[in-house]
């Protein structure tokens, strides 16, 4: 074909990153609810700012 194909991201419900998957395809997928879009750009960012910040210590519960 003329033109290359484009990688497109499957999304259903509330799945796992991991599970998600891409595939190339040649028409437009069906877009996902506004509401599911931005829980997913709101479950990214928090995600991002927990690698970004320092791991706190666990709290033990043995006094010494």
């Known amino acids: ?8 991201l499957t999304v259903k419900n509330s799945e ?3 599970f998600r998957k891409c595939f190339h395809a ?3 997928h ?3 609810p506004r509401e599911l ?3 997913n750009a709101f479950s990214l960012s928090q995600q991002e700012q927990q690698k970004q910040a320092p791991k706190k ?8």
């Open 1 to 8: 074909p003329d033109r290359p194909r484009k990688l497109r």
């Open 16 to 18: 796992p990153i991991e």
């Open 26 to 28: 040649w028409s437009k």
């Open 30 to 32: 069906k877009n996902p």
């Open 37 to 39: 879009e931005k829980q």
């Open 57 to 64: 210590p666990h709290p033990t519960n043995i006094f010494i």
